[in-house]
């Protein structure tokens, strides 16, 4: 049974980092993309960065690019989401997913299986 979970949420203040995880288990990881989304509270789910089944492409939402970097360990059956420069427009609660078919884009109809998600709170 496919499983990801995530990890590394939490309160931080405006400016700071945090780095979230994304653990899988049960099944081929590097066959997989993978994407970050994210919901706050009110809003619809939003697309925040993606990245190919080896990692050799990634892909960003406008409001993250520069500030935020995803990154991948498939020895690890590992995804990253550094996130850097944090806004209080960046407080959701954050989720991985993954896909079969190998898409790694905004679309999350596309994606398979869905972590539980992580909180990220940022204070002004």
């Known amino acids: 049974q496919v499983q990801l979970v995530e990890s590394g949420g939490g309160l931080v203040q405006a400016g700071g980092s945090l780095r979230l995880s994304c653990a899988a288990s049960?099944?081929?990881?590097?066959?997989?993309?993978v994407g970050w989304f994210r919901r706050a509270p009110g809003k619809e789910r939003e697309f925040v960065a993606a990245?190919?089944?080896?990692?050799?492409?990634?892909y960003y939402t406008d409001s993250t690019k520069g500030r935020f970097t995803i990154s991948r360990d498939n020895a690890k059956n590992a995804v990253y989401l550094q996130m850097n420069s944090l806004k209080p427009e960046d407080t959701a609660v954050y989720y991985c997913?993954?896909?079969?078919?190998?898409?790694?884009?905004?679309?999350?109809?596309?994606?398979?299986?869905w972590g539980q998600g992580t909180q990220v709170t940022v204070s002004s």
């Open positions: 997913a993954a896909s079969r078919s190998g898409y790694s884009g905004p679309n999350y109809v596309a994606y398979d299986y």
């Open positions: 049960g099944y081929t990881f590097s066959n997989y993309g």
């Open positions: 990245i190919t089944m080896s990692g050799g492409r990634t």
